[in-house]
């Protein structure tokens, strides 16, 4: 098992061919950073030549159909962008469970689709602002993880979980770090309910509004094993910001 921080940029619907020079940028410098693991989730057009440009970082998809094949016009499979070259696929992301109807149920076939097609997973979980005025946050996210995580056999250690509260996604405003290591402890309590001794191995990550500004800080918090970095992902400036502050508080801890 890794301890270094994970730290993927999901790069949503932004990106050409031109923006590979920062994926080149994130790659080179990538080599110097060994202390943390990172990777990017460019969109599905990007997949195959991010891939041939990079060679140190992961490279990944941020949705997958689940079906193998067949008459779903626009969209595509966990085999498909394997075969582009994405070694895990993020499933679940919030903008796609509110523009896409997106269900617990669905996250979690896409889920077990895709490490059934040999990758790893990156899956989504978060409250709304209304849910955590409510004080629900927790429970919210225990239902959402009983709903969404793949099971069976040996599939732990190809999950990761993306923590991202709805309201500090691309807003600027994030959790306190009290608020970020009680959420991300109970998320764990959960994981190991639910994978027995392997969910203490699952990587935990927050995600929402992490800045080179505050990546130290919300790393720093419990149980957070790295970053699911949105905005902050799209320059190579702003992204080894947040990757050098990872492998910082890395050298920290050893
Ligand atoms: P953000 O997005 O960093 O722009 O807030 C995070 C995400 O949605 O994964």
């Given at each position: 098992?890794t301890?270094?921080?994970?730290?993927?940029?999901?790069?949503?619907?932004?990106?050409?061919?031109?923006?590979?020079?920062?994926?080149?940028?994130?790659?080179?410098?990538a080599?110097?950073?060994?202390?943390?693991?990172?990777?990017?989730?460019?969109?599905?057009?990007?997949?195959?030549?991010?891939?041939?440009?990079?060679?140190?970082?992961?490279i990944?998809?941020?949705?997958?159909?689940?079906?193998?094949?067949?008459?779903?016009?626009?969209?595509?499979?966990?085999a498909?962008?394997k075969?582009?070259?994405?070694?895990?696929?993020?499933?679940?992301?919030?903008?796609?469970?509110?523009?896409?109807q997106?269900?617990?149920?669905?996250?979690?076939?896409?889920?077990?689709?895709?490490?059934?097609?040999?990758?790893?997973?990156?899956?989504?979980?978060?409250?709304?602002?209304?849910?955590?005025?409510?004080?629900?946050?927790?429970?919210?996210?225990a239902?959402?993880?009983?709903?969404?995580?793949?099971?069976?056999?040996?599939?732990a250690?190809?999950?990761?979980?993306?923590?991202?509260?709805?309201w500090?996604?691309?807003?600027?405003?994030?959790?306190?770090?009290?608020?970020?290591?009680?959420?991300?402890?109970?998320?764990r309590?959960?994981?190991v309910?639910?994978?027995?001794?392997?969910?203490?191995?699952v990587?935990i990550?927050?995600?929402?509004?992490?800045?080179?500004?505050?990546?130290?800080e919300?790393?720093?918090?419990?149980?957070?094993?790295?970053?699911?970095?949105?905005?902050?992902?799209?320059?190579?400036?702003?992204?080894?910001?947040?990757?050098?502050?990872a492998?910082?508080?890395?050298?920290?801890?050893?």
């Amino acid at each position: 098992m890794t301890t270094r921080p994970y730290i993927v940029g999901n790069w949503k619907m932004h990106g050409t061919r031109a923006m590979l020079a920062e994926a080149r940028a994130i790659d080179r410098a990538a080599e110097r950073l060994i202390k943390a693991e990172v990777a990017i989730a460019p969109p599905f057009t990007l997949i195959h030549a991010t891939r041939k440009e990079a060679n140190l970082i992961g490279i990944g998809a941020q949705d997958v159909h689940p079906a193998d094949g067949g008459a779903h016009t626009g969209d595509v499979s966990a085999a498909m962008v394997k075969d582009a070259g994405a070694g895990f696929t993020i499933v679940g992301h919030s903008e796609r469970r509110a523009n896409h109807q997106e269900t617990n149920e669905l996250v979690k076939e896409k889920a077990e689709a895709a490490i059934a097609a040999g990758m790893s997973v990156i899956v989504c979980v978060g409250e709304t602002e209304a849910e955590r005025d409510s004080g629900e946050a927790e429970s919210v996210v225990a239902k959402q993880l009983e709903g969404s995580l793949p099971t069976g056999d040996g599939v732990a250690e190809k999950v990761t979980v993306a923590y991202e509260p709805v309201w500090a996604i691309g807003t600027g405003r994030t959790p306190t770090v009290e608020d970020v290591g009680a959420m991300h402890r109970s998320i764990r309590e959960k994981l190991v309910a639910i994978y027995g001794e392997e969910g203490s191995a699952v990587r935990i990550l927050y995600g929402g509004s992490v800045k080179p500004d505050n990546a130290a800080e919300l790393l720093a918090a419990d149980e957070v094993g790295g970053a699911l970095v949105g905005g902050a992902s799209l320059t190579a400036e702003s992204f080894l910001g947040i990757i050098i502050a990872a492998a910082e508080l890395q050298d920290e801890k050893s």
